[in-house]
């Protein structure tokens, strides 16, 4: 047994003409019938033996191969694919002359008296950056197994190979015009503004190294590529970095720890520094009321040992503590506020005009 590829010649029906482009590629299958009869060669799809208007191309053992047309076509949109076949006799008087032998129907017209024929094919294929609903899918632009299609793998594994070099997008650059001299398989290169040699005309699109060639992908608006450590978006015009996320109104902030319900800022480190803008430089701390408390408290080990501040009331005070269990108010010094105009200046001072004393009690 085995598989024959080559055209098929159709006649029209009697007293119409013959159309242009009206044959067909096709294919049907040969067997050994012995040493006396030998090959004979059936058409299956069309019920009848391959006479002398079937013309063979080739021969093998699956259509594998012998296929006419074989490849992969690539393009950044969809594909509308046709075909169209010739199969003209060369000399249509031997073709009338042949078979004129009772044998098998025609099947043993070969030899010197079999016809001659010229087919010719036309492949014609039109591309659209839109591609069809019905034949690619709608965001990565996959192509569709169609229903009835042959060599259904060849757009399988293209689809396979799109996914393979766009899902977790890492690229060697984002914006590179010159293609390099010795690609790898399965890089990809974000194409620069001004791209030449091979990317000639591909400005903004993905540059794929893939069996042996390039394939050229036109990225979405909200791709993310990856460049080592680095993380870019495609915004629709270039690779961009991401937004900052805002940072107003965020539930806390922990550097280098994590903050919490109570610790809405937690920082650890060896020192925080605070420093000025090009002037002085104030640290607030401010109280809803004056009942409320507004300080500074120094810990061991997360354990209070003294604070300081407005601890209760408005005044100034210090309260300290040996052993963390309890802040010992007898130690606090309150400044009550208690301000007298300043008297005369001591002998050798000069008194400031406007100044204040503060009598502090304890």
């Known amino acids: ?3 024959v590829s080559g055209f098929l010649r159709t006649l029209p029906p009697p007293g119409e003409p013959r159309l242009e482009g009206a044959d067909a590629m096709h294919a049907w299958v040969r067997a050994w019938a012995g040493p006396v009869t030998g090959w004979i ?6 019920d009848q033996p391959a006479g002398v208007d079937y013309i063979t191309v080739a021969r093998g053992r699956d259509y594998r191969d012998v296929s006419p047309v074989m490849g992969v076509m690539r393009t950044t949109g969809g594909q509308d694919s046709r075909h169209s076949v010739d199969v003209v006799p060369a000399d249509e008087s031997r073709h009338q002359a042949c078979c004129t032998r009772p044998c098998c129907a025609g099947l043993c017209c070969v030899g010197p008296d079999t016809p001659r024929f010229l087919a010719g094919l036309t492949l014609w294929s039109a591309f659209d950056q839109e591609a069809d609903m019905d034949e690619t899918s709608t965001n990565l632009s996959l192509p569709y197994l169609q229903a009835a299609q042959a060599q259904k793998h060849l757009t399988h594994n293209a689809a396979l190979e799109k996914l393979d070099l766009i899902v977790q997008l890492s690229v060697q650059s984002y914006s590179q015009n010159t293609p390099p001299l010795t690609p790898q398989e399965g890089q990809v290169w974000a194409v620069g503004p001004a791209p030449v040699n091979d990317w ?4 903004g699109a993905l540059a794929a190294y893939a069996n042996g060639g390039w394939l050229f992908l036109a990225p979405q608006t909200g791709w993310r590529a990856t460049l080592e450590t680095e993380i870019r978006v495609w915004d629709g015009a270039a690779w961009v970095a991401p937004d900052l996320p805002d940072l107003q109104n965020v539930p806390g902030v922990g550097v280098n720890t994590s903050y919490d319900s109570t610790n809405k800022l937690a920082v650890a480190a060896a020192a925080t520094l605070m420093t000025h803008d090009g002037a002085g430089h104030q640290l607030k701390v401010n ?3 004056s009942g409320d408390t507004a300080s500074l408290v120094f810990q061991t080990g997360f354990s209070g040992r003294a604070e300081m501040g407005t601890l209760g ?3 100034f005070g210090v309260k300290v503590s040996p052993d963390g269990t309890a802040l010992d108010n007898r130690a606090q010094r309150r400044c009550r506020h208690q301000c007298h105009d300043s008297g005369p200046a001591a002998a050798g001072h000069r008194a400031v005009p406007g100044t204040r004393r503060h009598r502090c009690r304890q």
């Open 313 to 315: 009331d408005d005044s």
């Open 287 to 289: 109280k809803a009321a």
């Open 41 to 46: 060669e059936f058409d299956p799809t069309n």
């Open 200 to 203: 000639a005309g591909q400005a």
């Open 1 to 3: 047994m085995g598989y």
